[in-house]
């Protein structure tokens, strides 16, 4: 039994309950057990969080953990530490993976891993299709009973419309969100970047935005016509967050995520660095005038959470030319601080808005436990330090990737402890207290 | 300040007027020197300039081997094919091996848009971009340029049509680029399927070959690659000729005195008619020449720079 908790004199932010205000926040047995003021519940560690903001614990529905199978890239230990320094609480593991996670077996081998080597918690997406072929559907029954909280081919594309429409429905069976990285392959063909006057100056083939909405459209229609749950992964172009407005509009179950790599750049990054391959990725950075429509999606409710597409890899598969290089950023240490900086402090959203999206928010998408401080919820919390600014050093990072085109940021706010069942997994308080 | 105050040429773009104008009156300086009974000065003795050609290249190679020929510099060539390469070295163990022999310059040709710039991030050398995917070939807007400037006696104010290929060049890219930095006026003209997004923004487009070439000082033609003839950019090089080639008919549209430049290798009978190539109005060999002035000026500038010649 974990020992009894008490953070004492936060701010807490709990959107999932409206509040916002000072209170003490007792965890007890792994459970919130209470929020009020002035607690002096006995035998209760005491942390002083004055000063401090206390929010539900932070979930990221989109990490890769690369383990098992690319353990030179991440594993469950490094990857779940990174997620605890950067505040998040629980991740969710996609499964592209070697082998990629299509079965019962593959994910209890992964929870078996998580029990004995993470310190956050590990929640795993199985695939959509075998293999993540794009053929036939994986059995996600035993998915579901296995573990897996979410369905994804990620990072392969379900190309075709008639396998995507069965697993919407069948899917529904257990309940499972259907996860799409959305990418027509015949438009985005060998690309390095986003298609446009950047990347004709670059000299580098390029995607256009199109090559992704196509595909958002076509899974919000296809959401539609299924019942299904569709959750568009890293929303990245206008016309996307269009689709998903009017979607959600005519009350398709359409969720979607944006990363904070679209939120705050664009493909002026690419040229500005000067083809620095820590500015791949895919989705790609896009034009500026997507990266405002993002901002709004996220503003007026369209896109529902932020998730990192936490995408470490080896300095080999980076260090090499442009057009070769493997394409992904790491997240999980930059997302909450980058976006405490350059969006609240900039007052895009404030800050109980960030907390939800980082939350209760996710939580609701895939239907996980946690995202709130209400009582008897998972005791697991994330503490912001608002105040305190660091610089970001890809060298001090705990993943064991460093592509991060964020190097160098300096930046307002992070996290400064994050707890995982009432046990204090990250601890970065400010000076005097440690 | 000197009058090239790079450290590399890594593109066009970056580059100022007064840079640009720098390496061509360098070049025209270095001109008497291929006139020369004995084509050699001692300028450059004991630079090391390593060629890295990654791709295919006879022209650009050999023009900038005989430039370090004629200025002394101790030069090695290094094919992709015939390198380690083969056996899957990465660029940046090679770019590691070649500094271990610690060169002044290493020349780079490579089918990647932005290897000279991951060259200039990992090694000490001076870089000079050869031709880098479809970004730039900063040489071959050089001798262009030096090539109008000879025959013309100025950039500024020339209509030149830049027409073919655009999507795929980097030759287009670095002659618009140097082009409109001096002053000279530019026209696009491509079909759609092989013009580059967002291109307008850097020069005027046209999808019609009679207009482009509407009272034009210069024509430029771009090669259409062999694999782009069926990659369905167009539906066959018998309409592309019709439509977009350079025919005799169409260069009357142009000035009397219009000057027809082509990068090479050209494809007769599809972006250009061999009538054309060989009229009198081709200067396709004093490109050439130029070629070499043009890199024997760059190697001196980021070089021997500030040194008298």
């Not at chain 1, 499964?95 to 992964?110: E, F, G, I, K, W």
């Not at chain 2, 991030?121 to 109008?148: F, Y």
Request: with cysteine; hydrophobic share 40%; proline share 6%.
């Amino acid at each position: 039994m974990s020992p009894r908790l008490l953070l004492k004199g936060g701010r807490v932010v709990d959107p999932s309950q409206g509040l916002d205000g000072e209170r003490d926040v007792l965890l007890a047995d792994g459970v919130v057990a209470e929020v009020g003021a002035r607690l002096a519940p006995r035998g209760a560690q005491v942390l002083d969080v004055s000063g401090l903001v206390v929010c539900p614990g932070f979930i990221d529905l989109h990490t890769h953990l690369r383990e098992p199978g690319r353990e030179d890239k991440e594993t469950v230990a490094t990857g779940t530490r990174a997620a605890a320094a950067g505040g998040f609480t629980a991740v969710c593991a996609m499964p592209n993976t070697d082998p990629v996670n299509d079965s019962s077996a593959t994910t209890r081998a992964l929870l078996e891993r998580a029990r004995s080597d993470a310190v956050v918690r590990v929640y795993p997406i199985g695939a959509i299709t075998k293999g993540s072929k794009g053929e036939e559907l994986a059995e996600y029954g035993d998915l579901r009973e296995s573990g897996c909280v979410a369905l994804s081919d990620d990072g392969r594309p379900v190309a075709s419309a008639r396998v995507m429409r069965r697993a919407l429905e069948y899917a529904r069976a257990f309940d499972l969100t259907v996860v799409d990285h959305c990418e027509e392959p015949t438009l985005s063909e060998r690309a390095s970047m986003n298609e446009g006057p950047v990347s004709t100056v670059l000299g580098l083939r390029g995607a256009p935005g199109a090559a992704e909405a196509i595909v958002v459209e076509r899974n919000v229609l296809l959401a539609g016509l299924t019942g299904g749950k569709v959750h568009i992964a890293h929303l990245s172009t206008a016309s996307s967050v269009d689709a998903v407005r009017r979607g959600k509009a005519r009350g398709v179950r359409v969720t979607a995520e944006a990363t904070p790599h679209h939120l705050l750049l664009t493909d002026q990054a690419v040229k500005e660095s000067g083809y620095d391959t820590a500015t791949k990725m895919n989705p790609p950075l896009r034009c500026d005038e997507d990266r405002r429509a993002v901002v709004e999606g996220l503003r007026d409710g369209t896109i529902d959470c932020i998730a990192t597409d936490h995408a470490p890899h080896t300095v080999d598969d980076k260090r090499v030319e442009y057009d070769q290089a493997a394409f992904g950023v790491v997240g999980l240490e930059t997302a909450v601080a980058l976006c405490l900086d350059r969006l609240v402090s900039a007052g895009v959203l404030d800050l109980a808005r960030l907390v939800a999206l980082l939350s209760h928010r996710p939580a609701r998408v895939f239907g996980l436990p946690g995202g709130s401080l209400a009582t008897g919820m998972p005791a697991d919390v994330t503490v912001l330090d608002l105040r305190r600014r660091r610089e970001v050093d890809p060298a001090r990072f705990h993943s064991k990737g460093r592509n991060t085109p964020f190097a160098g940021w300096i930046l307002e706010g992070g996290p400064a402890l994050t707890i995982v069942g009432g046990r204090v997994v990250w601890k970065d308080l400010p000076g005097p207290r440690r | 300040m000197s009058a090239y105050p790079h450290r590399h040429l890594l593109g066009i773009e970056p580059l100022e007027p007064a840079h640009i104008q720098a390496i061509l009156d360098t070049a025209d300086g270095l001109r008497e020197v291929l006139d020369r009974p004995i084509k050699k000065v001692p300028t450059l003795r004991g630079k090391t300039v390593v060629n890295l050609f990654y791709e295919p290249s006879t022209r650009t190679r050999s023009s900038f081997e005989v430039a370090q020929k004629v200025l002394s510099a101790d030069s090695l060539s290094i094919a992709a094919a015939a390198s380690s390469v083969q056996k899957g070295e990465t660029l940046l163990d090679t770019v590691k091996n070649l500094e271990a022999m610690n060169p002044d310059m290493v020349v780079i040709r490579h089918a990647s848009s932005g290897a000279p710039h991951f060259l200039a991030r990992h090694c000490r050398s001076a870089i000079v971009n050869a031709g880098d995917g479809a970004h730039e070939h900063p040489t071959q807007a050089l001798l262009d340029a030096l090539t109008l400037r000879q025959k013309k006696g100025r950039l500024k104010g020339l209509r030149v049509a830049i027409v073919g290929d655009i999507l795929h060049s980097r030759v287009a890219r670095s002659n618009v680029w140097l082009l409109s930095k001096m002053g000279a006026e530019v026209v696009l003209c491509a079909p759609p399927t092989l013009m580059p997004p967002g291109i307008e923004a850097l020069a005027p487009v046209t999808y019609r070959i009679e207009e482009a070439l509407e009272g034009a000082d210069a024509i430029m033609m771009l090669r259409i690659q062999t694999e782009r003839m069926t990659g369905a950019y167009f539906p066959s090089t018998r309409e592309f000729h019709v439509r977009f080639g350079l025919t005799e008919e169409r260069v009357r549209r142009a000035r009397r005195d219009v000057l027809i430049l082509h990068p090479g290798p050209m494809n007769r009978g599809v972006e250009i008619a061999s009538e054309v190539a060989d009229g009198p109005a081709s200067v396709i060999l004093d490109q050439v020449t130029n070629g070499v002035l043009v890199r024997m000026a760059v190697l001196y500038l980021l070089l021997g720079g500030g040194e008298a010649a």
